[in-house]
């Protein structure tokens, strides 16, 4: 059973930087990519960044590009745990949104896929609200 455990959203400023955080656990880190979205009131979710498995590539929105990177550290072993983090720098109004993270199973090691149907896993969000 994969779960995923977002936290480190909040109230910021304009300008202001946040990470987030989100373990997940449960499956195997060969094979799945992570990725972070975002769904603001009244829009669909979309994308904001994602790393394939092999971490060594990565996708980033043009919105965020710049702003925003995301990473992971991985535990192997009995208890293993792999943590992805976006870092969300330079922060405007428009980011704000619950934001998502989510794993995909993918056979290639440098894919990120970054449709949503393409996730099969999804953490339960956390608010980010950037004022002006």
């Known amino acids: 059973q994969v779960q995923l455990v977002e936290s480190g959203g909040g109230l910021v400023q304009a300008g202001d930087s946040l990470r987030l955080s989100c373990a997940a656990s449960?499956?195997?880190?060969?094979?799945?990519?992570e990725g972070w979205f975002r769904q603001a009131p009244g829009k669909e979710r979309e994308i904001v960044a994602g790393i394939s498995w092999s971490g060594t590539r990565f996708y980033y929105a043009d919105s965020v590009k710049g702003r925003f990177t995301i990473s992971r550290d991985n535990v192997s072993g009995d208890n293993a745990k792999d943590t992805v983090y976006l870092q969300m720098s330079s922060l405007k109004p428009e980011d704000t949104a619950v934001y998502f993270c989510?794993?995909?199973?993918?056979?290639?090691?440098?894919?990120?896929?970054?449709?949503?149907?393409?996730?099969?896993?999804w953490g339960q969000g956390t608010q980010v609200t950037v004022s002006s």
């Open positions: 449960g499956h195997t880190f060969r094979n799945y990519a």
């Open positions: 989510a794993v995909a199973n993918s056979a290639d090691p440098w894919d990120v896929p970054v449709d949503v149907d393409k996730y099969h896993y």
